[in-house]
């Protein structure tokens, strides 16, 4: 059994740095356990050995040492703080010790770190055995560990991961890495909710107090993003390779407004909805006020309505349906373009929403989520109240969050 933790490591580690140590770790399990199955019943099992410690390292700064004298139940490789490597062991005719294993043959090849800190210019992944022992049952295991990788590299071929992971960080398009689907029948999906499910404050509001149903949006949901990074991920309204930087480039006249929400944690998830206005932004006065107002003035107006159609009875409980002002609760931190404005909800600042967040991403992969921003109207001239835009969450999976 192998099992690998990253969270404890240096920043300056990378996603796909963890990926590849792993899957180094994971070939060295592998070819334990062909060699293993190979020498098993084949060997006099019953001799103990005296001799010292073998050591498998992983890097020159991080080793750990295998004591073939120490029962096997649960030999740990420590690299670093957080990475544990558990050889167990079952207990039948199948399953005996190793200590028998003593050959010089047996030992293991270690990429020496020269190679480590190269830039992985080598196929992957690499030779874990040298100087196999020639008994026929480990020759046959080695070639058959030989062909599947032989095999691998002629399928599918390899590439190096660290440059992978740069060039998707470099080229994410932002706006468009979370799906559409319409039907909302495809999991870790967005569409646009219906605006009559949210009840917003009507014409005669100052005097009736009453709300009535939403019946349109100003703005239309034009793209997602569902993205987990190390960092927090402001202002992606600027990247050059988003949505809204091509409308800029081309000088178009649709103004873009971004709820960017961010659920604090490690790593960090960023929800992304980019809603566009097509008509002139003058001609819409209290989002016109909003964009160009201050910061107060904005905290003291943009409102949030959540609803969760479908989902656990204790997180539709916790989550209601009732509109709040947002900038009041939460630290909103706003950043205004030639044709956006990004709101960077940090959820982590309030107790409260963090409690909530975390019990939501418990049933995350259950939950449809659907939300509608607007801004709220205190005078009889901003009344009615009109939606800036909904969205429909589907199922969304922290698994399918796209790295940057």
């Known amino acids: 059994m192998l099992a690998a933790d ?16 792993t899957i180094r770790m994971v070939e060295r399990v592998a070819a334990l356990r ?31 040492t295998l004591d073939e004298n120490s029962p096997l139940d649960n030999t740990q490789l420590n690299h670093g703080t957080s990475t544990d490597v558990e050889y167990g062991k079952k207990k039948g005719s199948m399953y005996t010790s190793l200590v028998a294993l003593h050959n010089c043959s047996d030992e293991f090849f270690d990429v020496p770190d020269q190679e480590l800190n190269e830039t992985h210019s080598e196929s992957f992944p690499c030779r874990v055995l040298q100087d196999i022992d020639h008994s026929p049952a480990f020759s046959s295991a080695a070639g058959l560990v030989k062909k599947l990788h032989d095999l691998a590299v002629q399928k599918k071929g390899y590439v190096d991961l660290q440059e992978a992971s740069e060039d998707n960080s470099n080229f994410c398009s932002y706006g468009s890495t979370l799906q559409k689907d319409a039907n909302g029948s495809c999991p870790c999906s967005w569409s646009s909710a219906d605006p009559s499910t949210f009840l917003i404050r009507g014409e005669n509001y100052l005097k009736d107090n009453q709300k009535v149903k939403a019946k349109g949006t100003m703005m239309q949901l034009v793209g997602a993003d569902w993205l987990r990074s190390d960092r927090w991920e402001q202002d992606l309204g600027s990247r050059p390779n988003g949505i809204v930087q091509k409308y ?14 961010q659920v604090p944690g490690v790593p960090v998830y960023t929800l992304a909805l980019y809603y566009m206005l097509k ?14 107002g201050d910061d107060a003035y ?3 107006r943009f409102k949030l309505i959540p609803f969760i159609p479908k989902g656990s009875w204790i997180v539709k409980q916790s989550v209601g349906k009732k509109s709040c002002l947002v900038g009041q609760a939460l630290e909103i931190h706003y950043h205004r373009g030639k044709n956006y404005l990004e709101l960077a909800i940090d959820v ?15 049933y995350m992969t259950n939950l449809v989520v659907e939300m ?19 969205c429909r969450l589907n199922n969304l999976d922290v698994g399918k969050a796209v790295a940057v």
Do not use: D
């Open 348 to 362: 982590g600042s309030s107790t409260v929403a963090r409690g909530v967040v975390s019990l939501v991403n418990g």
């Open 372 to 390: 509608a921003f607007l801004i709220q109207a205190n005078t009889e001239e901003e009344l009615p109240e009109l939606l800036l835009g909904t």
């Open 279 to 292: 008509t002139p932004l003058e001609e819409q006065p209290l989002l016109n006020s909003f964009v160009n």
């Open 34 to 64: 062909e060699m293993y199955r190979a020498k098993a019943g084949k060997c006099p099992f019953s001799r103990e050995l005296q001799r010292p410690p073998r050591k498998v390292s992983l890097t020159k700064s991080h080793e750990a």
């Open 298 to 300: 904005r905290n003291s």
């Open 6 to 21: 990253w969270r404890f490591w240096k920043l300056y580690l990378r996603p796909a740095s963890a990926k590849s140590v």
């Open 248 to 261: 800029a480039l081309q000088n178009r006249p649709e103004f873009f407004f971004i709820v960017n929400i």
